[in-house]
């Protein structure tokens, strides 16, 4: 690791720790319905959406209400955006002719299965995408299906969050809030300012927007190669702010047309983590007690400063298989200049090591480098990020309420040891929530592990042909332990609504389309409903007073508390799947055992 990486990583944990208290104080304003200095520009807005929308905005709704309005409002997203992606041949603002049966060669056609995960993923924030958007959708369609979804996603994900603060923060009451208000507040307060200066801000550093026929270029081979252009900048902001993810381009943010320059990579990184930091202070100021914010906001911390520091360690040091002639093959052998595959020059391995922990962390799934390419205990760090739950930070509200979750398991098990009955904030964490909480957990292990088993043994029909048996041989670029850990990625990814992968599995197949669009599913709402079911049960109860026999949420103890609960519970669900993968991965590759590539079909 080089002085400036280290400077870099410390100046951006720095940065978001300033907009920390600034941003949250003002989502609480907010939330709260106080006035805030965007209420003469935008009041006028919101009132507008509730009138046309038949919302009472002082009406308030029980758990139930509002788990029912969250996903009734998803459904209609899902309908909306999967009927844009089958039409978008009809549609106009497609000057490349896709859908139409007059696309250029090479481009991605869009099929029921296909165009199923891809709603589904975009309306759960998840963003995961088995297509290259400059070769399959249309300018329309990006901006109006795709971006939109970027934008009520992450309010929806945020909406949660409130409900679940709501039930610790009110006493003896039944209602949770309005989703349908907290829905639009998001949008309108929250995301729409943010992302207006945060696209004139890329735009600056050269992030392109236009609309634009793609331009043919000639090469100095005198050949013909495309240029995809388009409306990027203003997709790129709400992508990263709202922890989403899915790319205009198939590069991602690896592509210079979405993040050109290196102050472009440092502000997207900054945007990922903005939010969702800001809502760990939203918490503390809502239930009256800011220290109970920094102590949740101080265990994220923890775990990403360390898992940045493992990340950037593994990649500096490299590949032993790579080292020189004449260094021995060894566990402590470095191989010149770190490893460098799958990254760019731009960005260098400090930059990459910590982007690609940042959206681990944050269930973004943006990517400047592919992970595919890091080093085993690289990929190792960025699959155990998302596996932990999306916690550390997490996606924008999905990083609160779960990270919650873990404080109340955390403070059961202290309540144990004890022999008292557990509280957090002032409310008893008793049986009826320690069940919804585990169930919600239970879910998401069987989702991934359930999933990834399946796809690494079966045989499934593609393309009029059977495959091998094992989907593992036939749609991974990689035999062995690597080939194994791309199919867990993709189902640890879809799971926890992240959205990146492993980029050597073709996942552009029924079979996967289909099986990651449930996981999707799974990993969003069985997760979301227990945790609103513990949120009505929270809000019935008056709040206790302190005592002696108190466990204190807000000091270094409780700290050391979550992130325990946060890492054991992660290592003893996964170990045995990381065992056969990354991690077995990293001891052959010592060893020098290489295993070849995969022939794919496609």
């Known amino acids: 690791m080089t002085p400036l990486g280290l400077l870099n990583i410390a100046v951006?944990?720095?940065?978001?720790?300033?907009?920390?208290?600034?941003?949250?104080?003002?989502?609480?304003?907010?939330?709260?319905?106080?006035?805030?200095f965007l209420h003469p520009l935008l009041r006028p807005l919101e009132r507008l959406i509730y009138r046309a929308c038949g919302v009472r905005e002082n009406s308030e709704q029980r758990w139930t209400q509002y788990a029912a309005s969250l996903v009734a409002f998803s459904l209609v997203c899902f309908l909306f955006v999967y009927a844009f992606e089958r039409l978008q041949g009809l549609l106009p603002l497609n000057p490349m002719g896709f859908g139409t049966g007059h696309a250029p060669g090479g481009a991605t056609r869009m099929t029921p299965d296909l165009a199923f995960n891809t709603a589904v993923s975009f309306v759960t924030n998840t963003?995961?995408?088995?297509?290259?958007?400059?070769?399959?959708?249309?300018?329309?369609?990006?901006?109006?299906?795709?971006?939109?979804?970027n934008f009520v996603s992450a309010a929806a994900?945020?909406?949660?969050?409130?409900?679940?603060?709501?039930?610790?923060?009110?006493?003896?009451?039944?209602?949770?809030?309005?989703f349908w208000v907290d829905l639009t507040r998001g949008v309108v307060y929250v995301f729409l300012p943010l992302a207006f200066v945060g696209a004139l801000v890329l735009g600056s550093q050269g992030v392109?927007?236009?609309?634009?026929?793609?331009?043919?270029?000639?090469?100095?081979?005198?050949?013909?190669?495309?240029?995809?252009?388009?409306?990027?900048?203003?997709?790129?902001?709400?992508?990263?702010?709202?922890?989403n993810g899915g790319g205009f381009f198939n590069a991602n943010s690896a592509h210079p047309f979405e993040n050109p320059t290196p102050l472009s990579n440092f502000i997207e990184t900054l945007m990922i983590f903005a939010v969702p930091a800001g809502l760990t202070y939203t918490f503390g100021k809502m239930i009256g007690d800011t220290r109970q914010g920094w102590?949740?906001?101080?265990?994220?911390?923890?775990?990403?400063?360390?898992?940045?520091?493992?990340?950037?360690?593994?990649?500096?040091?490299?590949?032993?298989?790579?080292?020189?002639?004449?260094?021995?093959?060894?566990?402590?052998?470095?191989?010149?200049g770190g490893n460098m595959e799958g990254k760019e020059l731009r960005f260098g391995i400090a930059d990459s090591a910590l982007f690609a922990t940042v959206t681990t962390d944050a269930s973004c799934g943006a990517v400047?480098?592919?992970?595919d390419s890091y080093t085993p205990l690289g990929g190792l760090v960025l699959l155990f990020n998302i596996e932990l739950g999306e916690v550390v930070f997490g996606g924008v509200g999905s990083g609160l309420y779960g990270m919650l979750l873990f404080a109340m398991i955390g403070v059961f098990i202290a309540g144990l040891m004890v022999g008292r009955t557990p509280e957090y904030v002032g409310k008893k964490i008793e049986q009826k929530e320690v069940k919804m909480a585990m169930l919600a957990l239970i879910i998401m292990a069987a989702n991934i592990l359930m999933f990834t088993g399946v796809s690494s043994v079966a045989r499934f029909s593609k393309r009029g042909y059977w495959n091998p048996p094992g989907a593992a041989a036939e749609n991974t670029a990689n035999a062995g332990p690597h080939g194994?850990?791309?199919?867990?990625?993709?189902?640890?990814?879809?799971?926890?609504?992240?959205?990146?992968?492993?980029?050597?599995?073709?996942?552009?197949?029924?079979?996967?389309?289909?099986?990651?669009?449930?996981?999707i599913l799974i990993g969003r709402f069985l997760f979301i409903i227990p945790l609103l079911a513990v949120a009505g049960t929270l809000v019935a109860k008056r709040r206790i007073p302190s005592t002696s026999g108190t466990?204190?949420?807000?000091?270094?103890?409780?700290?050391?508390?979550?992130?325990?609960?946060?890492?054991?519970?992660?290592?003893?669900?996964?170990?045995?799947a990381l065992s056969l993968g990354p991690i077995v991965e990293h001891f052959l590759m010592v060893q020098g055992k290489l295993f070849p590539a995969v022939a794919l079909p496609w």
């Not at 941003?23 to 006035?35: C, D, I, N, P, Y």
């Not at 949660?160 to 949770?176: C, E, I, M, Y």
């Open 12 to 36: 951006f944990f720095l940065v978001i720790l300033a907009l920390t208290k600034p941003l949250g104080a003002f989502m609480a304003e907010v939330f709260q319905g106080e006035r805030t």
């Open 127 to 149: 963003n995961w995408q088995a297509y290259a958007g400059e070769a399959t959708l249309s300018y329309l369609v990006q901006m109006a299906a795709l971006a939109v979804e």
């Open 484 to 519: 194994f850990t791309e199919i867990l990625y993709a189902y640890s990814s879809a799971n926890g609504n992240n959205g990146s992968a492993f980029a050597g599995i073709d996942a552009n197949t029924p079979w996967y389309n289909v099986s990651t669009g449930f996981a």
């Open 208 to 243: 392109i927007q236009n609309f634009r026929q793609y331009t043919r270029a000639a090469t100095l081979q005198g050949s013909t190669d495309v240029i995809p252009q388009g409306p990027v900048a203003s997709q790129e902001a709400i992508k990263m702010l709202g922890t």
């Open 368 to 371: 400047s480098s592919m992970h």
């Open 295 to 336: 102590a949740l906001l101080a265990a994220m911390s923890v775990l990403f400063l360390f898992a940045v520091f493992v990340v950037y360690g593994a990649e500096q040091r490299g590949n032993p298989i790579l080292t020189r002639l004449g260094i021995e093959r060894s566990a402590t052998a470095r191989q010149p």
């Open 157 to 178: 994900g945020v909406a949660v969050a409130l409900a679940l603060v709501r039930g610790l923060a009110r006493q003896q009451s039944k209602t949770l809030g309005n």
């Open 551 to 576: 466990l204190p949420t807000h000091g270094a103890l409780f700290v050391g508390v979550l992130i325990g609960t946060v890492v054991i519970v992660g290592a003893l669900t996964f170990f045995p």
